[in-house]
């Protein structure tokens, strides 16, 4: 008897049973789909952003509880209105939406979870500037299968799934009905909010979706803003033509002409180097040269924003204002020869008598345009082997035949930016090792990680000496050279890397940088490096380029050009 039923009764009773739990998960109403999908969100997205709350609130007491539980609701109302408001018009279109937001939602969180990255309006400004190479660099296996776990399978049973049927009057209802009830929520917790308006900025930037889409709205809506049509700056005391030598101008020692090369590094941090006391020697070269060391902070954390700070008359006040002109869009409509090469990116829109890419300075190699010898021994390298070395092509040579008594030229480095420094130096017996040759910091050894981010700052040291063992052979002309960092880096310090946090929450090393100033007159220079006293920033470089070059205009400020602390 009962093996009679066994077989007859029982295979239809757990067939019915597996139908009814396929059914069940593949057939939700909206609401039901609406919760399910905002409990993913919360428990695979945003976790960091509960951790960091119960961190940071004293949840032994109840005001610590109802302040996580605010939280909570607002984060869930802001998706109410997301995905719910879809809902009512479309639930092919609330599809859609959920889906599409899955992948940007796991690589938001692959990047918060294995390098600290908090996307701020700083960092999305990275996010849009990145190239291909760049973006290669940052891949790993890993990170395919993040997406097809957190973002592939998701949005697989979210386009499979099935709508139960519901009244659309119904519908709204309910969405009223959850509307109301988390605002009754949030204002009778009103006491909770000074909390969230305390760490608005790092919440913001930790929280897909909304870090990416509010933050990436507001860097574009600044790049719209950066666009619009520049103010012109008051004209230069004496502007020469860019035609032929001229009588000396104001400030032309002895009338000798003049030249700035302004090294723009790239994630480097004064923290890694010998020059402000780091303990290793990642300065050899410059420890030797007649500098001067100042003690600097970025004006933001990332290239973009630090770019536009530097070579702005307004430094730090740049983005509160109507845009001006850049520094050598200034210096150009004055005759100055300004020359732009790069082997980075993010910089502002400016005119400039000629831009040149790391490309283009190897391909007059191809075409023999160097006939120095330390040109030539460079374009013998690989391709791939040339690194920040190719901006100082024929740098002496191009100084040396402009018709111009001034001349900017601009030398913006891919210098240290990570996660894959080992790509950014070449072999070297005195490298440290062993130095981490992966793109994920956390495949490596904190030891590992930092060698390689040393060899490459030891690498900007040699770049460095060598632009400046050139320089000093020019004859006749009256060199500057001006090192400055955009901003500098973390290396796993507090469980940060990379660069791009909000500069109200940034450590110290991703705002600390190397300022260092090299002048071919011995008038404020010394033996060797010479830290001076005070405190500078991005915006004494804009005062410092014009201060060097001799110019002077109703934009130029004297207590902003740091030569004239130097004295």
Same mark, same amino acid.
């Given at each position: 008897?009962f093996?009679?039923?066994r ?9 019915a049973?597996?139908r009814?739990?396929?059914?069940r ?6 609401w039901?789909f ?10 695979a ?5 509960f ?17 996580l ?17 879809p809902l ?9 939406i ?12 692959y990047?918060?979870h294995h ?8 960092m999305?400004g990275?996010v ?14 890993l ?8 973002a592939?399978?998701?949005?697989w049973?979210i ?18 009905i ?12 009103a ?6 308006d305390q ?6 930037a930790?929280t ?7 933050n990436g709205?507001?860097?574009?809506w600044?790049?719209?803003a950066?666009?619009?049509p520049?103010?012109l ?5 004496a502007?020469?033509?860019?035609a ?14 003049q030249?700035?090369v302004?090294?723009?590094?790239e ?12 303990g ?7 420890s030797r040269?007649p ?6 902070r970025?004006?933001a954390?990332?290239?973009t ?16 204002h109507?845009?001006e002109e850049?520094l050598?869009g200034?210096?150009?409509?004055h005759?100055?020869?300004?020359e732009?090469r790069?082997n980075?990116?993010?910089e502002?829109?400016m005119q400039?008598?000629r831009?040149?890419a790391?490309?283009?300075?190897l391909g007059a190699c &191809?075409? !023999? $345009?160097?006939? #120095?010898?330390?040109?030539?021994a %460079? ?6 082997? +040339?690194? *920040? ?10 100084i ?5 008594r001034?001349?900017?030229i601009v030398?913006?480095q ?25 793109s994920?910091p ?13 060899n ?22 009256g ?5 400055v960092s &955009?901003h !500098? $880096?973390?290396? #796993?310090?507090?469980?940060?890397? %990379?660069?791009?946090a909000p500069?109200?929450? +940034?450590? *110290? ?6 300022f ?10 010394s033996a060797?490096?010479?830290m ?8 004494h470089?804009f005062?410092t380029?014009?201060?060097?070059l001799?110019?002077?205009s109703?934009a ?6 740091a ?5």
């Amino acid at each position: 008897m009962f093996r009679a039923l066994r077989r007859t009764e029982l295979p239809p009773l757990i067939e019915a049973r597996g139908r009814t739990i396929a059914g069940r998960y593949r057939r939700l109403t909206p609401w039901q789909f609406l919760l399910v999908y905002t409990a993913f969100t919360a428990a695979a997205f945003q976790a960091p952003t509960f951790a960091f709350a119960f961190q940071s609130l004293d949840v032994d007491a109840f005001d610590g509880w109802r302040t996580l539980a605010t939280l909570a609701v607002l984060l869930a109302l802001l998706m109410h209105l997301l995905v719910g408001l879809p809902l009512l018009l479309s639930r092919r279109l609330a599809k859609l939406i959920a889906v599409l937001l899955l992948p940007a939602n796991a690589l938001a969180s692959y990047f918060a979870h294995h390098y600290g990255v908090m996307l701020s309006a700083g960092m999305m400004g990275n996010v849009f500037q990145t190239n291909v190479q760049e973006a290669a660099a940052l891949f790993e296996p890993l990170m395919l299968g993040w997406l097809v776990v957190f973002a592939v399978l998701p949005g697989w049973w979210i386009w499979q799934l099935r709508w139960r049927p519901d009244r659309p009057l119904g519908r709204c209802g309910v969405w009223a009905i959850g509307l109301v009830a988390a605002g009754v929520f949030l204002y009778l917790n009103a006491s909770s909010w000074l909390w969230l308006d305390q760490h608005l900025s790092r919440l913001g930037a930790m929280t897909p979706p909304w870090s990416y889409l509010v933050n990436g709205s507001r860097f574009l809506w600044r790049e719209h803003a950066a666009s619009e049509p520049r103010t012109l700056l008051p004209d230069l005391a004496a502007p020469e033509a860019a035609a032929g030598p001229a009588a000396g101008m104001p400030g032309d020692p002895g009338g000798v002409r003049q030249a700035v090369v302004l090294v723009i590094g790239e994630s480097a941090r004064a923290a890694s180097f010998s020059l402000y006391g780091y303990g290793r020697p990642t300065n050899p070269a410059l420890s030797r040269a007649p500098l001067l060391v100042l003690p600097a902070r970025a004006c933001a954390t990332h290239t973009t924003a630090a770019l536009a700070c530097m070579l702005s008359a307004r430094g730090r006040r740049v983005a509160s204002h109507p845009p001006e002109e850049t520094l050598p869009g200034y210096l150009h409509r004055h005759g100055v020869d300004v020359e732009w090469r790069t082997n980075n990116f993010g910089e502002p829109p400016m005119q400039v008598g000629r831009r040149l890419a790391k490309a283009d300075l190897l391909g007059a190699c &191809d075409r !023999g $345009e160097f006939s #120095g010898a330390d040109d030539a021994a %460079l374009c013998r390298r690989p391709r791939d082997g +040339a690194f *920040d070395d190719a901006l100082l092509l024929g740098l002496a040579q191009r100084i040396e035949a402009s018709a111009s008594r001034r001349v900017l030229i601009v030398l913006h480095q891919a210098g240290s930016h990570g996660p894959a420094y080992h790509e950014k130096y070449p072999a070297d017996p005195t490298n440290f090792t062993p130095a981490c040759a992966s793109s994920m910091p956390s495949r490596c050894s904190p030891e590992a990680l930092v060698n390689a981010y040393d060899n490459s700052i030891r690498h900007t040291d040699r770049l460095l000496a060598e632009a400046i063992g050139r320089l000093r052979r020019l004859g006749g002309w009256g060199v500057t050279l001006i090192y400055v960092s &955009d901003h !500098g $880096e973390s290396l #796993g310090e507090a469980g940060l890397y %990379l660069h791009g946090a909000p500069v109200a929450l +940034a450590p *110290d090393v991703q705002l600390e940088i190397p300022f260092l100033i090299w002048r071919s007159q011995a008038d404020v220079m010394s033996a060797g490096p010479r830290m001076l006293p005070g405190e500078y920033s991005h915006d004494h470089v804009f005062h410092t380029v014009l201060g060097a070059l001799g110019l002077r205009s109703g934009a130029y400020r004297a207590e902003s050009d740091a030569l004239r602390h130097a004295h």
